[in-house]
């Protein structure tokens, strides 16, 4: 996988992929990345990549030349249609299931704003997909686009090592992750539940289902209207309600 990151302050994402399992994943090239700092694509005499809004209105817009002609020349480099991401509070609530649907692409290209808001033709003309990352307004579009980043690399084949972490992460199966454990057994009193020390892993496989649903019910009975229950499941959530 291939991303460029349209972003007028590209030294923002060098903590984030220079370290830890982004720098590994790089180092074994499962992606790789380019800024592109789309000031440089602007006709301005001025070197301005920003203006007032039309109409009035406080703050300023992003024009949309200097992000057209970056997105242009991206796509003329480019031997596949990337996919344009857009970083907005307006856009569709981030999620797992889009994090999978990212990692299945070839080339991502991540449009990091700034100001007041983009120019709508932006929107329009340019971008395949626009994502929040929470209802809340941030700076810029940066921190946006180095969550979805990072979300999405760890999925790629042999970034994480083993390849059953990224399935069992929470909201992959529609539920929040059981609760874990490590040694040592008894730490000040505070036990591990004695079924993940017996070694029958399907008695150990029953009690991860089963505390991944309660965790679920109990933290976030929300995600619980959108999956498709077993048999099983909703005799465990009846005995809880009842």
């Known amino acids: ?8 302050f590209p030294e923002m994402f060098e903590g984030v992929l220079q370290n830890s399992i982004m ?45 057209f002609d970056s997105i242009e ?34 080339h991502l290209v991540f449009i990091c704003g700034h100001y007041e808001g983009y120019d709508e033709r932006i929107r329009q003309e340019l971008v395949t997909d626009e994502i929040s990352i929470g209802d809340y307004v941030l700076t810029g579009g940066e921190l946006g686009a180095m969550v979805v980043i990072d979300s999405v690399v760890r999925l790629l084949p042999g970034v994480l090592g083993n390849e059953q972490s990224a399935p069992m992460d929470s909201f992959s199966n529609g539920l929040l992750e059981h609760p874990h454990y490590t040694r040592p057994a008894d730490f000040r009193g505070m036990k591990v539940p004695d079924v993940l020390l017996s070694g029958n892993h399907a008695k150990i496989d029953e009690w991860r289902h089963k505390e991944s649903l309660k965790r679920t019910y109990e933290r976030r009975p929300d995600l619980l209207e959108k999956k498709e229950l077993s048999d099983q499941e909703k005799t465990w959530l009846d005995e809880w309600k009842n």
Request: some cysteine.
């Open 1 to 8: 996988m291939h991303m460029d990151i349209l972003t007028l």
């Open 23 to 67: 720098k590994r994943a790089r180092e074994q090239q499962a992606f790789s990345y380019e800024y592109v700092n789309f000031r440089d694509y602007t006709t301005s005499k001025h070197n301005k990549v920003d203006d007032y809004p039309y109409g009035g209105g406080a703050g300023l817009v992003l024009s949309p030349q200097p992000i």
């Open 73 to 106: 020349a991206i796509r003329e480099k480019s031997e596949k249609s990337p996919r344009v991401v857009l970083l907005c509070p307006q856009g569709e609530p981030y999620s797992q299931q889009k994090a999978e649907e990212l990692s299945e692409e070839d």
